[in-house]
T-cell receptor, first 113, second 115 residues
Framework: NAGVTQTPKFQVLKTGQSMTLQCAQD?????MYWYRQDPGMGLRLIYY???????DKGEVPNGYNVSRLNKREFSLRLESAAPSQTSVYFC????????????FGEGSWLTVV | AQSVAQPEDQVNVAEGNPLTVKCTYS??????LFWYVQYPNRGLQFLLK??????LVKGSYGFEAEFNKSQTSFHLKKPSALVSDSALYFC?????????????FGTGTQLKVEL
């Protein structure tokens, strides 16, 4: 039981390049999330998917898009990467969108130069 | 709006001594409160949560937290610290009255347990 798996773990991008972070969960959870973690700022919600077929903006959605491909998978896309998007990205999931515990992946370290 | 404050960037404690990591929160409705731990270069691991019921919540690895509604606090505690407890600890809150499972995290407290 792998839990939440995200790829790649490390990536260096040039400004303006695009990339997609992949995330999959094997816990049959309905809700999935993307967070970014920056020093001194905790974790901030980028986008979430309360259930398959729905996505919504979180606290810091600008510069990102998401796709809930199916119940298991939730990808995050940077269309034109900027240095301000250098961060650690975490995918997470929960059984539902009503207060259940959120479980996190191991993180993806992204550097934009 | 909901918010979380972790007033200490770092807490140092000797192994075997009790530890406390502080957290205060602000929500308009009933708070759902969580503690997570993050080891270097790893994801966040769930420690414990308070939704309702007993104010003292017990969690993983011997940690516990006390919910205090009047002081709007949810401090993390452990009676006897281990060197292996050294990590980054995050408190998080969501409003139980609605708004879905959107957690607001504190900025984290680095716990350092020394021999």
């Amino acid at each position: 039981n792998a839990g939440v798996t995200q790829t790649p773990k490390f990536q260096v991008l040039k400004t303006g390049q695009s990339m997609t972070l992949q995330c999959a969960q094997d816990m049959n959870h309905n809700s999935m999330y993307w967070y970014r973690q920056d020093p001194g700022m905790g974790l901030r919600l980028i986008y979430y998917s309360a259930s398959e077929g729905t996505t919504d903006k979180g606290e810091v959605p600008n510069g990102y898009n998401v796709s809930r491909l199916n119940k298991r998978e939730f990808s995050l896309r940077l269309e034109s990467a900027a240095p301000s998007q250098t961060s650690v990205y975490f995918c997470a999931s929960s059984e539902s969108y009503s207060g259940n515990t959120i479980y996190f992946g191991e993180g993806s370290w992204l550097t934009v130069v | 709006a909901q918010s979380v404050a972790q007033p200490e960037d770092q807490v140092n404690v000797a192994e075997g001594n009790p530890l406390t990591v502080k957290c205060t929160y602000s929500v308009s409705g009933n708070p759902y409160l969580f503690w997570y731990v993050q080891y270097p270069n790893r994801g966040l691991q769930f420690l414990l949560k308070y939704i309702t019921g007993d104010n003292l919540v017990k969690g993983s690895y011997g940690f516990e937290a006390e919910f205090n509604k009047s002081q709007t606090s949810f401090h993390l505690k452990k009676p006897s610290a281990l060197v292996s407890d050294s990590a980054l600890y995050f408190c998080a809150v969501r409003d139980g009255a609605g708004g879905g499972n959107k957690l607001t995290f504190g900025t984290g407290t680095q716990l350092k347990v020394e021999l």
